[in-house]
């Protein structure tokens, strides 16, 4: 059984660097589709990142590209976020997904970007970060 295990969040002052990380428990694959969204109370889920093993970053959202840096050196390796210039409007809770199985860089890409998450397979649970002074 597979389980995405997060680590990293907390609290941070504004301009400051938080790292987060998810490791796919269980997963036996050579190469895994993996990012991250946010979801702060009342709004709308937002794709951050997409990670595909060898590839790298397939995506950023515009509200995190050139702040967030994603990566992963292989599919047993955890699926590292890196936030830098934090703000006060980046306090949200933070979930890692996966994808099940091999699938297509494009489609890998589209699950974060174009909404398409409930097609994921795995999800971790969640990770609060906050940011203020």
């Known amino acids: 059984q597979v389980q995405l295990v997060e680590s990293g969040g907390g609290s941070v002052q504004p301009g400051g660097s938080l790292s987060l990380s998810c490791a796919a428990s269980?997963?036996?694959?050579?190469?895994?589709?993996m990012g991250w969204f946010r979801q702060a109370p009342g709004k709308e889920r937002e794709g951050l990142v997409a990670?595909?093993?060898?590839?790298?970053?397939?995506y950023y959202a515009e509200s995190v590209v050139g702040r967030y840096l994603a990566s992963q050196a292989t599919a047993k390796n955890p699926v590292s976020l890196v936030k830098n210039n934090l703000k006060p409007v980046d306090t949200t809770t933070y979930y890692c997904?996966?994808?099940?199985?091999?699938?297509?860089?494009?489609?890998?890409?589209?699950?974060?970007?174009?909404?398409?998450?409930?097609?994921?397979?795995?999800w971790g649970q969640g990770t609060q970060v906050t940011v203020s002074s």
């Open positions: 990670v595909y093993t060898g590839a790298g970053a397939l």
């Open positions: 269980g997963y036996t694959g050579s190469n895994i589709c």
């Open positions: 997904a996966a994808a099940r199985g091999p699938v297509g860089l494009l489609q890998c890409r589209n699950y974060f970007a174009q909404g398409a998450e409930t097609d994921l397979d795995y």
